[in-house]
């Protein structure tokens, strides 16, 4: 555990302003919701990940969903595996009082005939917030090994990704956050060990103020077959948050490139994603997120050219009022020639929040598909995935819903 470790941070300052054009785009074609599971544990209970893998080896993905309930006393994480909406195994833990996961990534990272489940997420030790960073068995869901630490006061996990950074013989696990040093937050992305959890790379920075790292992504950006690591969150810069994309080079963390950008006001990226969206020759770094524009939030959805994080495409909406990208994912879902960008998120319509999902075309964002609900009062997607269940890809959405008593948990399956 590494505990009030102190390290001299440089402070670097690079603002490029884009101007703003906000678009109202409505549904074309509904995205159809073929199974919805939902439940609460005691009380407040939300879905904040979600994904897909074959945890058990039995030829079908499983769905794996993560979060967190309010027991009448203190937030307990919850871990569950389902076959479609039927639960196949769950696990809670709190670690001395309130407990949360934010992100999940499925992989053999131990080297064992299993697929492991990675989860991210701090727990609160009395004095403090404490990263926590687990790997289970994602057949039987035992924990396999754990890492918790804190830097100077309050430290969380807010993503986790999984690829062989190091060139070893097995994966490593990528974590990006942030701590308080005292006077600010502080982005901390982090390299570990899979199979030790041996801290093998650490990286802290804030530029101005505090610094956030939302979201945590890999991919060879460059083309010359070495893993980047792609960092995305917000800075604020004394007047507003200003939205942070870094390209890290993996085996040392050394900076590579960075593109930061406000559009009039607060902007944020809270998910990335790495595919070759355009068919060109170099992977796409897709970046979600919002931005504040003195009236409403609204979506914010960008590809970047991933060896320069030149613009390639941006795409900006509000339906109604208040409009939030929460996270996205990339896959061949509709069968055609080009990648599909799932985003998920919400938005307001005066009276409650509203789930929100949409299916664009990765290589044009001309939108394919798009739906959004809610279930008696505010309604969110948190989180978004792609898995084959066994009758072609699906989306799956992890979130809540508000019953005028407390918050349900909820996920839907899309087709």
Excluded: H
Aim: aromatic share 12%; net charge negative; with cysteine.
């Amino acid at each position: 555990m590494m505990k009030n470790k102190s390290l001299k941070i440089a402070t670097i300052l690079f603002i490029t302003v884009l101007v703003s054009v906000a678009v109202l785009s409505q549904p074309t074609s509904a995205l159809i919701s073929q199974n919805i599971s939902s439940w609460f544990t005691t009380s407040d209970t939300n879905v904040a990940a979600i994904t897909t893998g074959d945890v058990n080896a039995d030829g079908t993905k499983e769905i794996v969903t993560a979060g967190y309930y309010n027991d009448g006393v203190e937030w307990v994480t919850q871990l569950s595996v389902w076959s479609g909406t039927t639960l196949i195994n769950t696990i809670a833990w709190f670690w001395t009082s309130n407990t949360q996961i934010s992100s999940i990534a499925v992989a053999n990272v131990t080297g064992g005939t299993a697929l492991d489940v990675v989860t991210g997420g701090s727990y609160f030790d009395g004095m403090r917030w404490v990263a926590q960073l687990c790997v289970w068995n994602g057949s039987t869901l035992a924990l396999e090994n754990v890492k918790a630490w804190y830097w100077t006061g309050d430290t969380e996990i807010a993503s986790v990704a999984l690829a062989n950074i190091t060139g070893g013989s097995s994966l490593d696990i990528v974590t990006g956050g942030a701590y308080n040093d005292g006077t600010r937050w502080v982005a901390q992305l982090c390299v570990w060990n899979g199979s030790t959890l041996a801290l093998e790379n650490v990286k802290p920075w804030y530029w101005t103020s505090d610094t956030i790292i939302n979201s945590v992504a890999t991919g060879d950006v460059y083309g010359n077959g070495t893993i980047k690591i792609i960092t995305g969150g917000t800075f604020f810069d004394g007047t507003r948050y200003v939205a942070q994309l870094v390209v890290w080079n993996g085996s040392d963390l050394a900076f590579n490139n960075v593109a930061t950008w406000y559009w009039t006001g607060d902007t944020e990226i809270n998910s990335v994603a790495v595919a070759n969206v355009t068919g060109g020759t170099v992977l796409s770094i897709v970046s979600g997120g919002d931005f504040n524009d003195s009236t409403r939030y609204n979506g914010q959805l960008a590809t970047w050219n991933g060896s320069t994080l030149s613009l390639q495409n941006v795409k900006t909406w509000f339906w109604t009022s208040n409009t939030k990208l929460n996270s996205v994912t990339v896959g061949n879902y509709t069968g055609g020639s080009s990648l599909d960008i799932i985003t998920a998120g919400c938005y307001n319509d005066n009276v409650r929040n509203n789930g929100q999902l949409a299916d664009w075309n990765g290589s044009n964002f001309a939108l394919i598909s798009s739906t959004n609900w809610f279930q008696t009062s505010d309604t969110a997607a948190n989180s978004v995935a792609i898995g084959n269940f066994g009758s072609g890809n699906r989306i799956v959405t992890g979130g809540s819903y508000f019953d005028n008593t407390r918050s349900v948990s909820q996920f839907i399956i899309w087709g």
